[in-house]
């Protein structure tokens, strides 16, 4: 979270000193490009996730969990994602983005495995699921309003729609558990385009809850999200953007729900951390 801040205020510094290296660039700069009052586009990515950590328990008397060093993860994993952006009089933009995330792994377990209720003994083949895909809608506010440099801030909010299984691949032994959820998280964006056409971008959405009323739920259960990325990108003309990004996404709960749905005692400790590198394309509609 500490990284993040001051991330942050560097990019504060570099934006609003982004005009006076602009100039130092060329005695005779091209012209800034024209916006319109109006402009949507939408953006995809492709590439892949790698799992740095991801440990998990679930049930106060369960096995804590190493999904990468015990139960496949140690790969990397297909990454996509998909938005789509409005700006409005280049000042207030409007972003719903979709993110699939679902991890899938098959292992044999080296010890025993309790989730809650059930364990599953040693030597056990069993099929691992963890499903994390999310929809968050955005608003921000450009503090700029430069055609060239971006400086925004603003909030979004996002649904989680969370699925954990552990199933015996000879299907005897089964956990399964389901979570769909508000999320509340603060965002930021920074963007400078060169007039080489090259342009580079930070963003940020991300939030720390220690308690239920900033959790959206009803019971005291910590929780955090940090989704961070940096891009390098290149403006190959009016309609097209292309780009390189590399992105951290984590976070997790520590905590016990009160939800009749979910087995056992309804205690769950998850934290994941992900470094993706995908390759992306904004068509920008008009």
């Known amino acids: 979270m500490h990284t993040w801040i001051l991330s942050c205020f560097l990019i504060l510094f570099i934006a609003t000193n982004a005009h006076a290296m602009e100039s130092a660039e060329s005695n005779q700069p091209d012209p800034e490009p024209e916006a319109s009052w109006f402009q949507i586009s939408t953006t995809a990515e492709l590439g892949f996730t790698a799992p740095l950590s991801h440990k998990i328990q679930q049930g106060k008397n369960g096995t804590y969990f190493d999904y990468v060093n015990d139960g496949g993860q140690d790969n990397l994993f297909n990454f996509a994602r998909a938005s789509v952006e409005a700006k409005f009089n280049n000042r207030h933009i409007v972003i719903f983005l979709i993110q699939p995330l679902d991890l899938q792994t098959r292992v044999a377990l080296q010890d025993d495995l309790i989730v809650q209720n059930v364990t599953f003994p040693a030597g056990t083949a069993i099929d691992l699921r963890y499903g994390f895909p999310y929809y968050r809608a955005s608003y921000m506010y450009d503090v700029l309003g430069s055609d060239r440099t971006e400086l925004a801030f603003g909030a979004s909010f996002q649904f989680r729609n969370a699925t954990l299984d552990f199933t015996s691949v000879d299907g005897s032994l089964i ?79 520590d905590g016990t729900s009160e939800d009749p749905n979910q087995p056992g005692d309804g205690y769950t400790k998850n934290w994941i951390h992900l470094a993706t590198v995908s390759i992306g394309v904004t068509y920008n509609l008009y």
Do not use: C
């Open 175 to 253: 956990y399964t558990s389901r979570d769909v959820g508000p999320v509340p998280i603060l965002k930021m964006r920074a963007t400078h385009l060169f007039n080489n056409g090259l342009w580079l971008g930070f963003e940020a959405d991300g939030f720390y809850a220690p308690g239920a009323i900033f959790n959206l739920r009803d019971t005291d259960v910590l929780g955090a999200i940090l989704d961070t990325s940096l891009r390098l990108g290149l403006r190959t003309s009016d309609q097209y953007d292309t780009f390189l990004n590399l992105r951290y996404i984590g976070g997790g709960a």
